[in-house]
């Protein structure tokens, strides 16, 4: 996976599922796209105000899993702690070119930036030794 996220993110194809908890400790599992890692090494992912993000205001910790594209099992696990999120639209819109969708919210009204410090980064598969 080499030390650069950012790079490893832009170049790597393959499926992302966020696994966030809220305080009432039940968990809950989403598909979601590649993180983006901005300049300061911290993540962020575009998501809608539903359940991953409703958790994330009860408890700010989640782990997010990335199998890569082909056969294997190959890919990483991080360990991350919200640190904050954004509603800036043009933004938002901006990051979510990488990754076109069909849309039901043409002016995005109801999507957050949601940032994360990474605490950890793990190989899929072993314990690794990758700590942030």
């Given at each position: 996976?080499?030390?650069?996220?950012?790079?490893?993110?832009?170049?790597?194809?393959?499926?992302?599922?966020?696994?966030?908890?809220?305080?009432?400790?039940?968990?809950?599992?989403?598909?979601?796209?590649?993180?983006?890692?901005l300049d300061d090494g911290s993540a962020a992912?575009?998501?809608?105000?539903?359940?991953?993000?409703?958790?994330?205001?009860?408890?700010?910790?989640?782990?997010?899993?990335?199998?890569?594209?082909?056969?294997?099992?190959?890919?990483?696990?991080?360990?991350?702690?919200?640190?904050?999120?954004?509603?800036?639209?043009?933004?938002?819109?901006?990051?979510?070119?990488?990754?076109?969708?069909?849309?039901?919210?043409?002016?995005?009204?109801?999507?957050?930036?949601?940032?994360?410090?990474?605490?950890?980064?793990?190989?899929?598969?072993?314990?690794?030794?990758?700590?942030?």
């Amino acid at each position: 996976m080499g030390e650069n996220l950012e790079e490893y993110f832009e170049q790597t194809e393959g499926t992302g599922v966020l696994a966030t908890s809220g305080a009432d400790g039940r968990v809950n599992a989403a598909v979601y796209a590649r993180p983006h890692i901005l300049d300061d090494g911290s993540a962020a992912m575009v998501m809608r105000n539903r359940l991953t993000r409703k958790n994330l205001l009860e408890n700010p910790c989640a782990t997010y899993l990335f199998v890569e594209q082909g056969p294997g099992y190959k890919g990483c696990r991080l360990y991350l702690t919200k640190t904050g999120e954004d509603t800036d639209s043009d933004r938002i819109r901006g990051l979510r070119r990488r990754c076109p969708t069909t849309d039901t919210d043409p002016d995005n009204t109801d999507l957050y930036l949601v940032m994360f410090r990474i605490d950890k980064v793990l190989p899929l598969v072993g314990p690794g030794k990758q700590e942030r």
